[in-house]
């Protein structure tokens, strides 16, 4: 008899639009002898067990460069998927599994989460052929650094990047201007990269779990203490510092190969920024700063950068009148709600003063701050 999942599948590869892939399931569902030949093995005298082959799965149903391709495959879920990598031929079918699930042109959503990618495959983790993709979830995957061709996904407005190790963020994130939810939970950020200010479109940000610092209202870090210099080594190098300080956008060039484009997003993981001017640093100046106020955030600490002392500088100025206006704001919010409290009771403006001393609402100077910024939790 059939089980749920085996019903839901087989409906799934026909319609060819949204799979799951639990693998834990797939060898029963798909290979319908697999129950006689797991009992024959069990009965054999030397009792050897099938395993599922999971390379020759993706190659005969998830081809996509096959005769009968998934050109409306939308969604694809990946649950129970081993990658082994003890020997070398290992290492190499699990770097070819992770391969296959990475092109297909058409998705809208990929869920891999669950699924440990080793250090040894975490390089094969690259989005280069899925640029329709609209959500993403990669939580308790065991990534330590997010790949640079995440800026390719344009059209991308959820990440979910859960329950792994990492603590930056590579500085094509800031492609991703259609972000609308950006989930950075239980990682080792101890402070939010400055990349994440530059997505305009973002309304959901959490961070909850990560050793995020407490006491950088705004810090300034010399240079010649954390000084990192990037000199290029090669023409490569300096091409890709040109390319960014001009702000191409080069996977839309139609001059540039798809070679081209991953080499230069390959070169982009070890540049930096500058979060004032946008020139590629050679020094960096790193600035620290906590924002009274953030997506509905208190006290959100951020980790900005710099290519020089006078940027350095102006940020601080910048991040200064930044906080001063959101703190004037929430000065304004807490009056107003003040007064419509008491315009409710009946009571007029006159008596506002008067009545906060004996209302909800204590009238000194550390209570009332308190409750001010309450209202923006």
Same mark, same amino acid.
């Given at each position: 008899m059939q089980s749920a999942y085996s019903k839901s599948l087989q409906q799934a590869l026909k319609m $060819?639009?949204?799979i799951v892939l639990d693998f834990t399931n797939l060898k029963a569902c798909l290979d319908p002898l697999a129950e006689y030949a797991t009992q024959n093995a069990e009965s054999n005298d030397q009792n050897q067990q099938t395993q599922?082959?999971?390379?020759?799965?993706?190659r005969v149903y998830l081809d996509n460069k096959s005769d009968e391709p998934f050109p409306q495959l939308a969604s694809l879920t990946v649950r129970n998927l081993t990658l082994p990598v003890t020997t070398l031929l290992e290492t190499d079918e699990s770097a070819e599994t992770m391969y296959r699930l990475m092109q297909f042109e058409n998705l809208v959503e990929f869920d891999i989460s669950g699924v440990r990618i080793p250090d040894e495959l975490q390089s094969q983790l690259q989005f280069w052929n899925m640029h329709n993709l609209k959500k993403l979830c990669l939580d308790c995957t065991d990534l330590k650094s997010v790949p640079s061709s995440i800026g390719r996904l344009r059209n991308l407005e959820v990440l979910s990047l859960n329950s792994n190790a990492l603590s930056d963020l590579p500085i094509t994130l800031g492609f991703c201007q259609k972000l609308n939810v950006l989930n950075l939970k239980a990682n080792r950020f101890t402070l939010i990269p400055g990349v994440v200010l530059k997505l305009m479109n973002l309304k959901d940000l959490r961070r909850l779990d990560n050793p995020l610092v407490k006491d950088t209202l705004? $810090?300034?870090v010399p240079a010649a203490d954390t000084a990192t210099v990037h000199n290029p080594t090669s023409l490569q190098s300096l091409c890709t510092r040109a390319v960014f300080v001009s702000h191409i956008d080069y996977w839309e060039q139609e001059n540039l190969g798809p070679l081209q484009c991953k080499t230069l997003d390959y070169l982009a993981s070890s540049l930096f920024l500058c979060d004032r001017c946008g020139t590629v640093i050679s020094q960096e100046y790193k600035l620290d700063i906590s924002l009274f106020a953030h997506?509905?955030?208190r006290d959100v600490p951020f980790r900005l950068r710099a290519c020089s002392a006078k940027c350095q500088t102006e940020l601080v100025s910048h991040y200064k009148e930044k906080n001063a206006a959101l703190q004037r704001e929430c000065d304004e919010e807490y009056e107003r709600t003040i007064r419509l409290a008491h315009e409710g009771n009946g009571q007029s403006?006159?008596?506002?003063?008067v009545s906060t001393t004996v209302g909800p609402f204590p009238s000194t100077t550390p209570q009332r701050r308190r409750h001010k910024r309450c209202l923006i939790l």
């Open positions: $060819r639009q949204d599922f082959d999971y390379k020759s799965f993706l705004m $810090r300034g997506l509905g955030l403006p006159t008596d506002i003063t």
